[in-house]
């Protein structure tokens, strides 16, 4: 009876350890685990109940105890050697030994080169020769990682790290094209960022790069910073045409702000007495969603309008004809929503039309 109490007594601390061990509470699983191992002797060499132990200590940063185990693991089994490896070399990792994480990647790398863990390996060690300004081999080791789909979601940040490596290597033509391109098709992500904060309009003279950086300043709300930016970058150019985009930059801040009263004035003057006629289009645009934000909504429904049957080629003809139809469902005026509606589908028809004939 002794035996089967201490035994119901085990299994019970066992499901709490595996509830807390599975909300991530590793200190309060691990304290659990410890008393099951006194409870249940015949648990001691358990090595599923070693593992999560061994586990508990890592994500605990307690990495010696947590090797203890995981060698003793190794040394003893035959099962999971990938994944004992990898925790192993990642215990390394997380205190940052330059010497073993060498030599663990390099025997993972080569012991499990298959294995879906290798390519963290391979992540890891790119990130710590980053870190340790090794920026020749993480570059090489960031750029095996771009061959694999699996870190798609990851693809801005190696791109980054690429970029970045390559500047501070003094491939700095190359490496700034990069960092273009990856603001430009990335505006919304926190590399972005990164690199924008790296430069000033006193270091940047190319338009297009102020231009990238003011896309990801909007994109992260960060106001302030953009708009002494532009004003210092307006203060050092003479060219007329980009002196207008920036001061339509300056102008999205407001609108950006919700202060749409005074993005609207400025809107509409600049379209009044524009010089730079590709921004004409943006204009047009932006006074739209002013009226609409100000709930002037005939006078956002016509804006919208004048758009599609001034640019009918373009994607946003269809959209702004679509938005200028509920806005008109939204006054009671049917017959002129159920017109524009029929109008969707020949916009979306012009513009397939001529994406295809320029291919």
């Not at 307690?62 to 190794?74: H, P, V």
């Not at 771009?146 to 190696?158: A, V």
């Not at 004003?231 to 749409?260: F, W």
Request: charged share 25%; glycine share 2%.
């Amino acid at each position: 009876m002794l035996l089967s109490s201490k035994a119901v007594q085990a299994n019970n601390l066992m499901y709490i350890a595996d509830s807390m061990y599975s909300r991530q509470n590793y200190h309060e699983a691990l304290q659990c685990y410890l008393q099951v191992i006194d409870e249940d002797r015949f648990l001691k060499q358990d090595f599923s109940l070693k593992f999560k132990i061994a586990m508990c200590y890592l994500r605990s940063n307690d990495f010696e105890d947590a090797r203890a185990i995981l060698f003793q693991l190794r040394k003893n089994n035959t099962a999971l050697p990938e994944y004992l490896d990898y925790f192993i070399f990642f215990s390394f990792y997380k205190q940052g030994d330059t010497k073993n994480i060498h030599f663990y990647s390099s025997e993972y790398l080569r012991n499990h080169a298959n294995h879906f863990f290798a390519d963290s390996v391979l992540y890891h060690l790119a990130d710590h020769e980053f870190v340790q300004k090794n920026f020749r081999v993480a570059n090489q080791h960031y750029a095996r990682l771009l061959k694999n789909k699996e870190y798609k979601k990851k693809r801005s940040f190696i791109l980054t790290r690429i970029a970045l490596c390559k500047y501070y290597l003094k491939e700095k033509e190359n490496a700034l094209d990069q960092m273009y391109q990856i603001m430009k098709n990335y505006p919304s992500s926190d590399e972005a960022l990164e690199i924008a904060r790296m430069f000033n309009s006193d270091t940047i003279k190319d338009d297009k790069f102020v231009f990238a950086i003011a896309d990801v300043y909007l994109k992260h709300r960060e106001f302030s910073l953009l708009t002494g930016e532009l004003e210092r970058y307006i203060l050092s150019i003479s060219n007329h045409n980009i002196k207008e985009k920036a001061r339509y930059y300056l102008l999205r801040v407001y609108y950006e702000r919700g202060n749409y009263q005074s993005a609207l004035y400025g809107f509409k003057n600049m379209l009044q007495n524009l010089n730079n006629k590709l921004l004409e289009s943006r204009l047009r645009l932006m006074i739209a969603r002013c009226y609409l934000y100000l709930d002037r909504k005939e006078e956002a429904a016509i804006s919208y309008i004048e758009y599609a049957k001034l640019y009918p080629r373009r994607r946003l003809a269809a959209e702004t004809t679509w938005k200028s139809a509920w806005i008109y469902e939204e006054l009671g005026d049917i017959e002129q929503a159920l017109e524009l509606y029929k109008n969707i589908i020949i916009f979306i028809i012009f513009y397939i039309f001529y994406q295809f004939k320029s291919i």
